[in-house]
């Protein structure tokens, strides 16, 4: 594979286009919002000039791969070459399954579409596609370039081949994988928005304040985060849409927590709009 279109330039797309590019990969990303590419590439460009400070990246190696990126607000120029797509727009499953139809019809016959769906079903989305076979989810965590998985969340079509070149594609990133077959959230954000809930209805039921919930949590069972400060940096919006479908696809115990709720209603996003159960101006 050479080369790797991202489409999405937002908290997921950037970090997978950054990691893509560093890598080795030709990258282009795709949005269709201009302002969220020009915040897409002063992210990318901070990231560069972060790994060279250092020590982690020369400069010369910095330059050469923010030159393998470019940026475009035009579907087929980022897609029309790719060995594979990487999809990252927001979690909503007939915008997904869109992007993947009008896909389908731009990319090559060997390309793979993989989808960065934190719960959704890739056979839903591969169904909609002439290639099921060569669609799969590439479940990517965030920040991607520190994170060390990648989820190959196999659909009921998936090729072996396709598995193998993922799993490849993934090794050449510096990731590990693990195979998963296709369940509503997979092996990670079923879990993980479980004890996300489950934190914010501790707030709700007022069993601590959200600092003391996050440090009971890092400190007491050994999380590297606290779950409310990383459905912050999950972003709200998109924790919402998660517990949505998971709650939708797997049952009551998935009801979205009321605070959750409001916070969105509320323009609270956490981390990306400045305020969520933290303030961070
Ligand atoms: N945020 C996380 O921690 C996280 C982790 C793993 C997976 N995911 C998944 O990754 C996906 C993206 O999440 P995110 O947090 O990066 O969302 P985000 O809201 O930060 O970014 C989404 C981007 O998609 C763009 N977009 C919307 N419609 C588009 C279209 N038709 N064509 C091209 N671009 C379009 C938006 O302009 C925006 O820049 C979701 O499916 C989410 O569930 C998120």
Redesign the pocket.
Known sequence: MEIVSV???????RGIAYTSAAAGFITYV????ES?LGTCRSYIEKQFNRAVEKGELDRETADGAKNRIRYTTQLEEAAQDADIVIE????IMD?KIE?FKQLDKIVKPSAILAT????MSPTEIAAQTSRPERCLAL????PVPRMKLIEVVCGLETSEETIERSFEFGKALGKECVKINEFPGFATSRMNCLIGNEAMNMVMEGVGTVEDIDKAIKLGLNHPMGPLELAD???L??RL??MEYLHKTLGEKYRPCPILVKYVKAGRLGK?SGKGFYNYN
Do not use: C, P, W
């Open positions: 489409i999405g330039s937002g908290t997921m797309g795709q949005d269709i919002s969220a990252a727009v927001l979690e915008l992007i960065n769906t934190s719960t479940h990517f965590f965030n940096l999950v972003g919006d998109t849409r998660n990306k």
